[in-house]
């Protein structure tokens, strides 16, 4: 993330030429990231839940305000074109179910108390992505991340095995996502 993005972050967007307010509270983006991860069931009200929680006033063009509200939540990122693999992983990380490891983290290393604090979703973001390795919150994520199989250590492995049971999060994929990664998990080995 550059300096600009951090000292002056985005409060409005451009959608058609005209400049919308975008609310910027980590909080409720916090939120709107869950509602990315709804079922496919729950997909149109999580859309409209999305747009409401992210405009004071909704645009004129829902799909360039969905536009936007993509690149907000990527920290004005542009989408990276076929980038990595053509499947969803399980997610390592929730913010609402890990945001008590997350709040202790912030208080410990910022002195930051999120219960409290009016954050900018990009500077949460990067005060995020900056927390050391040896927060609870880091552990938890790299038990998540790790690649047990590789780790030749009988007692290693098993420990680290019983760690990303203990944190794992719900599987919130389809069926479908879940057997293309497979897939290509198989195909990765040939």
């Given at each position: 993330m550059t300096i600009d993005k951090i000292l002056m972050p985005c409060r409005e967007?451009?959608?058609?030429?005209?400049q919308y307010k975008i609310?910027?509270?980590?909080?409720?983006?916090?939120?709107?990231?869950?509602?990315?991860?709804?079922?496919?069931?729950?997909?149109n009200?999580?859309?409209?839940?999305?747009?409401?929680?992210?405009?004071?006033?909704?645009?004129?063009?829902?799909?360039?305000?969905f536009e936007k509200i993509l690149?907000?939540?990527?920290?004005?990122k542009e989408k990276e074109k076929n980038v990595g693999s053509a499947f969803v992983k399980a997610p390592?990380?929730?913010?609402?179910?890990?945001?008590?490891?997350?709040w202790a983290a912030f208080i410990a290393e910022f002195g930051i108390d999120l219960s409290t604090a009016k954050l900018?979703?990009?500077?949460?973001?990067?005060?995020?992505?900056?927390?050391?390795?040896?927060?609870?919150?880091?552990?938890?994520?790299?038990?998540?991340?790790?690649?047990?199989?590789?780790?030749?250590?009988?007692?290693?492995?098993q420990f680290y095995e019983t760690m990303k049971a203990k944190y794992r999060l719900p599987d919130i994929r389809s069926e479908e996502e879940r057997e293309l990664e497979t897939v290509c998990n198989l195909e990765s080995l040939f």
């Open positions: 967007v451009e959608i058609d030429g005209k609310n910027s509270d980590f909080d409720l983006w916090i939120e709107i990231g869950e509602l990315f991860l709804c079922g496919r069931d729950e997909q009200s999580s859309m409209a839940k999305i747009l409401a929680l992210a405009y004071p006033v909704l645009p004129d063009n829902p799909i360039g305000a690149w907000f939540f990527s920290c004005g390592a990380v929730s913010l609402k179910r890990d945001f008590g490891y997350i900018h979703w990009w500077r949460f973001c990067a005060l995020l992505a900056a927390l050391g390795d040896d927060c609870r919150f880091s552990k938890i994520v790299s038990y998540r991340t790790m690649d047990v199989a590789a780790v030749k250590d009988r007692k290693l492995r």
